[in-house]
């Protein structure tokens, strides 16, 4: 199960990875926040050029190197140090996202690349949560019985997001949307949307 386990995300990462490349820069440090599995990063670093640091609230490592660990609304770092960022389906988990993405921002002189599931509508609303739960608490306690990842953790989503919804969350940060790449999902009005931002000057 483990080793499922670990060829599922690994295979989910790199097409995460695959589908940012191209917005991300040639070389430097990037920021994954909210890193989990470490699965992400690695993809990341074998498809780029880039240096990648994890942060997170937890250490939910299976592969790579361990995160540093923040309080989930204050990183660790100096201003501008990362030549980009990641948010790859965070938010949704996050006390405070407005100033979890203002933070990112001040530690970030490049893009941020945020992935995030969106709704519309209650059938939207529905699917969506019963995706949450697959890949949240219910993902989470498979991880745990198999042995992928260790501890306690609650794993479970604050809030569902429409796309207007997001829009206003990264302009309240600080943040101005420069590309977008919806993927909807077939039947369901759910989508996986694709932002680069960069900060407003």
Request: glycine share 10%; hydrophobic share 45%.
């Amino acid at each position: 199960m483990k080793r499922l386990l670990h060829a599922v995300l690994a295979r989910r990462a790199r097409m995460l990875a695959e589908t940012l490349r191209p917005y991300l820069p040639a070389t430097g440090r990037a920021l994954d926040v909210g890193c989990g599995t470490g699965h992400n990063a690695r993809a990341l670093m074998e498809l780029t050029d880039l240096r990648v640091t994890g942060v997170d609230v937890v250490d939910l490592r299976a592969v790579g190197a361990p995160p540093v660990r923040f309080d989930g609304a204050t990183l660790p770092f100096p201003d501008g140090v990362f030549a980009c960022a990641l948010v790859l389906f965070v938010l949704q988990y996050v006390a405070a996202p407005k100033q979890l993405l203002a933070e990112t921002r001040r530690v970030t002189a490049g893009p941020v690349l945020v992935f995030q599931s969106t709704y519309r509508g209650a059938a939207g609303w529905c699917a969506l949560r019963a995706n949450e739960v697959l890949w949240g608490p219910l993902g989470y306690a498979v991880g745990r019985a198999s042995g992928l990842v260790d501890g306690a953790f609650s794993l479970s989503a604050r809030r569902l997001y429409t796309r207007p919804r997001l829009g206003d969350l990264f302009a309240r940060a600080g943040l101005g949307v420069q590309v977008h790449r919806p993927a909807p999902w077939p039947l369901v009005p759910v989508s996986y949307e694709l932002f680069v931002l960069e900060g407003r000057r």
